[in-house]
């Protein structure tokens, strides 16, 4: 069955560059979750699309934006990147059905972001 | 905090023991979910709990929810090597929350 899909695996930038992370949910699924995990931590969420639209919002930094295209896919894009900015990033679908209904996630493998 | 809590943090057991991990919160949830993350991986999604519901089994697991005292328990029963993983709790209210997770080692 196909999972989450999530590119680059690995990417590594320097202070104050740009990264875009992407994400391609499971087929037919709705919703859209991204979360950063950095090294020892548990995952933070920092944003969720239901339908294309924005339906929540957690601790993601002014520096950082996200869609959701006509085809699902999402982007995670990340500016004036900080070396704290270093982590794990996960992207998650589900099949919601229904704007924040609370279904099972499906987690990609996430990209690893290095800040030098 | 709005964070489901889990204790304990850390938990090290012999293989064929039971694993239990319980987590806590403080406001009303719709669901609960727990979900296993082997490191450096994405998290697997384990079982669902609904707020009307107490108990809820698959397989070797077995979730608890006691929503008068806000709680949630997670029983892994014959406990194998594999299932060395983090665990985490997550609560779903009007979003999710990620509780801190619990560390379970299983020792051959």
């Known amino acids: 069955a196909a999972g989450v899909i999530q590119s680059p695996r690995h990417l590594i930038k320097e202070k104050r560059e740009t990264a875009t992370l992407k994400c391609y949910p499971i087929?037919?699924?709705?919703?859209v979750y991204w979360y950063q995990q950095g090294p020892g931590q548990d995952p933070q969420f920092l944003i969720s699309?239901?339908?294309?639209?924005?339906?929540d919002k957690g601790s993601i930094p002014d520096r950082f934006s996200a869609q959701q295209f006509s085809d699902y896919h999402s982007e995670l894009n990340m500016s004036s990147l900080e070396l704290g900015d270093s982590a794990l990033y996960f992207c998650?679908?589900?099949?919601?059905?229904?704007?924040?209904?609370?279904?099972?996630?499906?987690f990609g493998d996430g990209t690893r972001l290095s800040i030098l | 905090s709005q964070q489901g809590e889990e204790d304990p943090q850390a938990l090290s057991i012999q293989e064929g023991e039971n694993a239990t991990m319980n987590c806590s919160y403080k406001?009303?949830?719709?669901?609960l979910q727990w979900y296993r993350q082997n490191s450096g991986r994405g998290l697997v999604h384990l079982i669902l709990?609904?707020?009307?519901?107490r108990e809820k089994h698959s397989g070797r697991l077995r979730v608890t929810l006691d929503t008068s005292k806000k709680s949630s328990s997670l029983l892994i029963t014959a406990s194998r090597a594999a299932d060395t993983a983090s665990y985490f709790c997550?609560?779903?209210?009007?979003?999710?929350?990620f509780g801190p997770g619990t560390r379970l080692s299983v020792l051959p």
């Open positions: 699309f239901y339908e294309k639209m924005q339906s």
């Open positions: 406001t009303s949830i719709n669901n």
């Open positions: 709990i609904r707020s009307n519901e």
């Open positions: 998650a679908s589900s099949l919601e059905r229904g704007r924040n209904s609370g279904q099972p996630q499906h």
């Open positions: 997550v609560r779903y209210g009007q979003n999710f929350v």
């Open positions: 087929p037919r699924h709705d919703t």
